[in-house]
Protein backbone atom coordinates (compact mmCIF):
# COMPACT_ATOMS: atom_id res chain seq x y z
CA UNK A 1 0.00 0.00 0.00
CA UNK A 2 0.49 3.27 -0.34
CA UNK A 3 2.10 5.63 2.81
CA UNK A 4 1.53 9.11 2.63
CA UNK A 5 2.09 11.80 5.95
CA UNK A 6 1.33 15.66 6.45
CA UNK A 7 0.48 16.90 9.92
CA UNK A 8 -2.83 17.20 10.99
CA UNK A 9 -3.04 21.06 11.98
CA UNK A 10 -0.86 24.17 11.73
CA UNK A 11 -1.99 27.63 12.40
CA UNK A 12 -0.41 30.85 11.15
CA UNK A 13 -1.26 34.61 11.81
CA UNK A 14 -2.14 36.39 8.85
CA UNK A 15 0.90 37.89 6.49
CA UNK A 16 3.44 35.02 7.69
CA UNK A 17 4.84 32.28 6.06
CA UNK A 18 3.70 28.82 6.52
CA UNK A 19 5.20 25.14 5.23
CA UNK A 20 3.12 22.14 4.65
CA UNK A 21 5.26 18.89 4.68
CA UNK A 22 5.01 15.66 2.92
CA UNK A 23 6.45 12.67 3.20
CA UNK A 24 5.61 9.67 0.92
CA UNK A 25 6.49 5.80 0.38
CA UNK A 26 4.62 4.25 -2.86
CA UNK A 27 5.42 1.71 -5.08
CA UNK A 28 6.99 3.58 -8.05
CA UNK A 29 6.17 7.48 -8.55
CA UNK A 30 5.18 9.45 -11.03
CA UNK A 31 4.63 12.99 -9.51
CA UNK A 32 3.56 14.57 -6.74
CA UNK A 33 0.40 16.91 -6.20
CA UNK A 34 -0.76 19.73 -3.90
CA UNK A 35 -4.74 20.29 -3.79
CA UNK A 36 -6.65 22.96 -1.78
CA UNK A 37 -9.76 21.91 -0.04
CA UNK A 38 -12.35 24.53 1.59
CA UNK A 39 -14.24 23.20 4.05
CA UNK A 40 -17.09 21.75 2.51
CA UNK A 41 -15.75 22.21 -1.00
CA UNK A 42 -14.15 20.10 -3.55
CA UNK A 43 -10.32 19.42 -3.76
CA UNK A 44 -8.82 22.02 -6.38
CA UNK A 45 -5.49 21.78 -8.00
CA UNK A 46 -2.57 24.04 -6.58
CA UNK A 47 0.42 22.39 -7.76
CA UNK A 48 2.58 19.49 -9.61
CA UNK A 49 6.20 17.96 -9.52
CA UNK A 50 7.43 15.23 -10.84
CA UNK A 51 11.19 16.55 -10.84
CA UNK A 52 13.25 17.69 -8.14
CA UNK A 53 13.17 21.12 -7.11
CA UNK A 54 10.95 24.15 -6.98
CA UNK A 55 8.16 24.96 -8.65
CA UNK A 56 6.54 28.46 -7.41
CA UNK A 57 3.45 29.80 -8.61
CA UNK A 58 2.45 33.27 -7.10
CA UNK A 59 2.38 33.12 -3.77
CA UNK A 60 2.47 29.38 -3.21
CA UNK A 61 5.62 27.23 -3.89
CA UNK A 62 6.33 23.16 -4.00
CA UNK A 63 9.28 21.84 -3.60
CA UNK A 64 10.32 17.83 -4.24
CA UNK A 65 13.41 15.44 -3.50
CA UNK A 66 12.53 12.11 -4.83
CA UNK A 67 15.42 10.67 -3.04
CA UNK A 68 14.48 11.29 0.45
CA UNK A 69 10.60 11.17 -0.34
CA UNK A 70 9.78 14.33 0.72
CA UNK A 71 7.95 16.87 -0.42
CA UNK A 72 6.67 20.50 1.07
CA UNK A 73 4.00 23.26 0.27
CA UNK A 74 5.10 27.17 0.93
CA UNK A 75 2.44 29.50 1.35
CA UNK A 76 3.62 33.10 2.07
CA UNK A 77 1.71 36.18 2.91
CA UNK A 78 -0.78 34.27 4.14
CA UNK A 79 -4.37 35.87 3.68
CA UNK A 80 -7.98 34.46 5.81
CA UNK A 81 -8.77 33.07 2.43
CA UNK A 82 -5.89 30.56 2.67
CA UNK A 83 -8.15 29.13 5.53
CA UNK A 84 -8.33 25.81 4.26
CA UNK A 85 -6.96 21.73 4.10
CA UNK A 86 -4.08 20.99 1.97
CA UNK A 87 -4.17 17.64 0.60
CA UNK A 88 -0.89 16.18 -0.50
CA UNK A 89 -1.21 13.60 -3.59
CA UNK A 90 1.20 11.13 -4.68
CA UNK A 91 0.65 9.33 -8.22
CA UNK A 92 1.94 5.71 -8.49
CA UNK A 93 3.66 3.61 -10.70
CA UNK A 94 0.64 2.57 -11.82
CA UNK A 95 -0.59 6.01 -12.43
CA UNK A 96 -3.55 6.27 -9.61
CA UNK A 97 -3.23 8.95 -7.19
CA UNK A 98 -3.10 8.00 -3.30
CA UNK A 99 -4.06 10.85 -1.19
CA UNK A 100 -2.60 12.01 2.53
CA UNK A 101 -4.77 12.61 5.19
CA UNK A 102 -4.58 16.23 4.63
CA UNK A 103 -3.39 19.26 6.93
CA UNK A 104 -5.59 21.85 8.36
CA UNK A 105 -4.54 25.27 7.83
CA UNK A 106 -6.17 28.17 10.23
CA UNK A 107 -4.53 31.99 9.87
CA UNK A 108 -5.80 33.93 12.72
CA UNK A 109 -5.57 37.80 12.32
CA UNK B 1 -23.08 22.35 -17.66
CA UNK B 2 -19.45 23.30 -17.16
CA UNK B 3 -17.03 21.13 -15.60
CA UNK B 4 -18.42 18.14 -13.52
CA UNK B 5 -21.72 17.39 -11.77
CA UNK B 6 -22.56 15.46 -8.81
CA UNK B 7 -26.40 14.25 -8.04
CA UNK B 8 -28.10 14.14 -5.71
CA UNK B 9 -26.02 17.05 -3.48
CA UNK B 10 -26.98 15.20 -0.32
CA UNK B 11 -28.75 11.49 0.44
CA UNK B 12 -29.96 9.82 3.79
CA UNK B 13 -30.34 6.16 2.94
CA UNK B 14 -31.66 3.23 4.96
CA UNK B 15 -29.24 0.29 5.13
CA UNK B 16 -30.15 -2.40 2.33
CA UNK B 17 -31.28 0.05 -0.15
CA UNK B 18 -29.58 0.48 -3.17
CA UNK B 19 -28.17 3.55 -4.69
CA UNK B 20 -26.78 5.72 -7.39
CA UNK B 21 -24.40 8.06 -7.40
CA UNK B 22 -24.66 9.89 -10.72
CA UNK B 23 -21.56 11.95 -12.17
CA UNK B 24 -21.47 14.01 -15.30
CA UNK B 25 -18.51 15.77 -17.10
CA UNK B 26 -18.48 17.85 -20.01
CA UNK B 27 -14.86 18.27 -20.60
CA UNK B 28 -14.82 15.10 -22.30
CA UNK B 29 -12.04 13.67 -20.23
CA UNK B 30 -10.91 10.10 -20.98
CA UNK B 31 -10.19 9.33 -17.29
CA UNK B 32 -12.72 9.32 -14.63
CA UNK B 33 -12.56 8.34 -10.81
CA UNK B 34 -15.06 8.04 -7.36
CA UNK B 35 -13.58 9.02 -4.08
CA UNK B 36 -14.87 8.68 -0.83
CA UNK B 37 -13.50 11.13 2.06
CA UNK B 38 -13.81 10.41 5.85
CA UNK B 39 -11.93 12.21 8.54
CA UNK B 40 -8.81 11.30 9.48
CA UNK B 41 -8.59 9.01 6.37
CA UNK B 42 -8.36 11.30 3.42
CA UNK B 43 -9.38 10.66 -0.01
CA UNK B 44 -9.38 7.42 -0.86
CA UNK B 45 -10.01 5.64 -4.71
CA UNK B 46 -12.92 3.21 -5.18
CA UNK B 47 -13.31 2.51 -8.80
CA UNK B 48 -11.73 4.21 -11.77
CA UNK B 49 -12.19 4.10 -15.51
CA UNK B 50 -9.21 5.74 -17.79
CA UNK B 51 -11.57 5.55 -20.88
CA UNK B 52 -14.63 4.33 -21.83
CA UNK B 53 -15.44 0.23 -22.19
CA UNK B 54 -13.16 0.32 -19.40
CA UNK B 55 -13.31 0.37 -15.43
CA UNK B 56 -11.09 -1.13 -12.59
CA UNK B 57 -10.96 -1.60 -8.74
CA UNK B 58 -9.25 1.27 -6.62
CA UNK B 59 -8.50 0.88 -3.02
CA UNK B 60 -11.39 0.39 -1.31
CA UNK B 61 -13.79 -1.02 -4.11
CA UNK B 62 -15.81 -3.50 -1.84
CA UNK B 63 -19.97 -2.84 -1.78
CA UNK B 64 -19.60 -0.30 -4.83
CA UNK B 65 -19.83 -1.18 -8.36
CA UNK B 66 -19.18 1.48 -11.61
CA UNK B 67 -19.76 1.48 -15.25
CA UNK B 68 -18.74 4.08 -17.92
CA UNK B 69 -20.75 3.53 -21.00
CA UNK B 70 -20.05 6.87 -22.59
CA UNK B 71 -16.78 9.24 -22.21
CA UNK B 72 -19.41 11.56 -19.78
CA UNK B 73 -21.16 9.53 -17.60
CA UNK B 74 -19.51 7.59 -14.58
CA UNK B 75 -22.83 6.41 -11.96
CA UNK B 76 -21.33 4.75 -8.71
CA UNK B 77 -23.80 1.90 -7.42
CA UNK B 78 -24.16 0.46 -3.65
CA UNK B 79 -26.01 -2.51 -3.98
CA UNK B 80 -26.72 -2.75 -0.39
CA UNK B 81 -26.48 0.21 1.62
CA UNK B 82 -24.20 -0.35 4.71
CA UNK B 83 -23.74 2.44 7.72
CA UNK B 84 -20.10 2.12 7.12
CA UNK B 85 -20.84 3.70 3.37
CA UNK B 86 -21.36 7.10 5.04
CA UNK B 87 -19.14 9.55 3.86
CA UNK B 88 -18.89 12.41 0.88
CA UNK B 89 -17.89 11.12 -2.23
CA UNK B 90 -16.00 12.82 -4.92
CA UNK B 91 -16.42 12.32 -8.98
CA UNK B 92 -13.16 13.74 -10.28
CA UNK B 93 -11.93 13.61 -13.84
CA UNK B 94 -8.70 13.89 -15.77
CA UNK B 95 -7.78 14.29 -19.33
CA UNK B 96 -5.85 11.34 -19.78
CA UNK B 97 -4.93 9.60 -16.28
CA UNK B 98 -1.25 10.38 -17.99
CA UNK B 99 1.15 11.23 -15.19
CA UNK B 100 1.15 15.06 -14.81
CA UNK B 101 -3.46 15.53 -15.45
CA UNK B 102 -4.47 16.84 -12.84
CA UNK B 103 -7.53 16.17 -11.73
CA UNK B 104 -10.84 18.27 -11.55
CA UNK B 105 -13.45 17.52 -8.95
CA UNK B 106 -17.24 17.53 -8.81
CA UNK B 107 -18.96 19.07 -6.10
CA UNK B 108 -19.43 16.31 -3.84
CA UNK B 109 -22.74 13.87 -3.10
CA UNK B 110 -22.87 13.60 1.26
CA UNK B 111 -24.48 10.49 2.18
CA UNK B 112 -25.81 9.00 5.44
CA UNK B 113 -26.79 4.86 6.12
CA UNK B 114 -28.71 5.05 8.72
Redesign the interface.
Given at each position: ?QNIDQPTEMTATEGAIVQINCTYQTSGF??L?WYQQHAG?????LS?N?LDGLEEKGRFSSFLSRSKGYSYLLLKELQMKDSASY?C?V?DGD????????TTVTVRA | IAGITQAPTSQILAAGRRMTLRCTQDMRHNAM?W?RQDL??????IH?SNTAGTTGK??VPDGYSVSRANTDDFPLTLASAVPSQTSVY?CASSSS????D???????TRLTVL
Open positions: GNGFEAPTFYVLARYKLSFGAG | YYGLGLRLYGEFGGAGEQFFGPG
